[in-house]
C-alpha cells in the first residue's frame, strides 16, 4: 500500500518567514495530494491540493509543488502569520475519491509574532 | 462548515463494551469516510462507503465494523472496545468528481478504561 513520510515534524519561525514542509509517496498511481490544516480540537480542513497533471499551484500565501518523478511534494508557505500555527497533514490518494487517503504524521507548525 | 455531525464528541467507555459512533451529513455526498488520530500517527483510514450498503476496510480495519443505510448516515461500531482503540475519531465526507475535496467532522474523543 501507499506509504507518506512527512518532514520536519515540528518547525518554529518567526512571524514573515518562510516555511517549507516536504513529504515523499511510494505509490506511483497516487494522483491527488492535499493539504490540510488541523487547529487544536478540530477536524483537518483541506487548504491546498495539487493532482498529478499539475506541477504547482499557488492559493495567495500557500503554494504546492509536485515532482511526480521524484515522488515528492512540498507546502510553501510564505509571509507567515500567527494565526499560520497549526498541525499541518500531507496525503496521497489514488483516483476520485477525495478522502481515501493515506496521511503524513503531521507537521507541528509554530509562528513565533 | 460542511454539514457533518459526528456524535457523542465525547465518550468513556469500559474495555469490552460495545460502541457506536455515528456521522451525520447533510451534503447528500457519495462517500463517507472513518478515520482515526493517534498521536504521532496521522489521520489513518478504518473503513470507507462508497454507497448505501457498500463499505469496504481501511488500513486499520480490524476490531471495527461500519453500516451505511441511509445516505446520510454512516456508523462504526467497536464490537467490544480495547485501550488500544482509545482515540480520535474523525469522519469525513466526499463527493465523486476529479474536482471535489473531502470535508472531515469535528471528531469524536473515545477512552476505554
Known amino acids: 500500500g501507499e506509504n507518506v513520510e512527512q518532514h520536519p515534524s515540528t518547525l518554529s519561525v518567526q512571524e514573515g518567514d518562510s516555511a517549507v514542509i516536504k513529504c515523499t509517496y511510494s505509490?506511483?498511481?497516487?494522483?491527488?495530494f492535499p493539504w490540510y490544516k488541523q487547529e487544536l480540537g478540530k477536524g483537518p480542513q483541506l487548504i491546498i491540493d495539487?493532482?498529478?497533471?499539475?506541477g504547482e499551484k499557488k492559493d495567495q500565501r500557500i503554494a504546492v509543488t509536485l515532482n511526480k518523478t521524484a515522488k515528492h511534494f512540498s507546502l510553501h508557505i510564505t509571509e507567515t502569520q500567527p494565526e499560520d500555527s497549526a498541525v499541518y497533514f500531507c496525503?496521497?490518494?489514488?483516483?476520485?475519491?477525495?478522502?481515501?487517503?493515506?496521511f503524513g504524521d503531521g507537521t507541528t507548525l509554530t509562528v513565533k509574532p | 462548515d460542511a454539514g457533518i455531525t459526528q456524535s457523542p464528541r465525547h465518550k468513556v467507555t469500559e474495555t469490552g463494551t460495545p460502541v457506536t459512533l455515528r456521522c451525520h451529513q447533510t451534503?447528500?455526498?457519495?462517500?463517507m469516510y472513518w478515520y482515526r488520530q493517534d498521536p504521532g500517527h496521522g489521520l489513518r483510514l478504518i473503513h470507507y462507503?462508497?454507497?448505501?450498503?457498500?463499505?469496504d476496510k481501511g488500513e486499520v480495519s480490524d476490531g471495527y465494523s461500519v453500516s451505511r443505510s441511509k445516505t446520510e448516515d454512516f456508523l462504526l461500531t467497536l464490537e467490544s472496545a480495547t485501550s488500544s482503540q482509545t482515540s480520535v475519531y474523525f469522519c469525513?465526507?466526499?463527493?465523486?468528481?476529479?474536482?471535489?475535496?473531502?470535508?472531515f467532522g469535528q471528531g469524536t474523543r473515545l477512552t476505554v478504561v
Open positions: 505509490d506511483s498511481a497516487s494522483n491527488y
Open positions: 495539487i493532482r498529478s497533471n499539475v
Open positions: 451534503e447528500n455526498h457519495r462517500y
Open positions: 462507503s462508497y454507497g448505501v450498503k457498500d463499505t
Open positions: 496525503a496521497a490518494s489514488e483516483g476520485t475519491n477525495a478522502g481515501k487517503s493515506t
Open positions: 469525513a465526507i466526499s463527493d465523486q468528481g476529479d474536482s471535489t475535496e473531502a470535508f
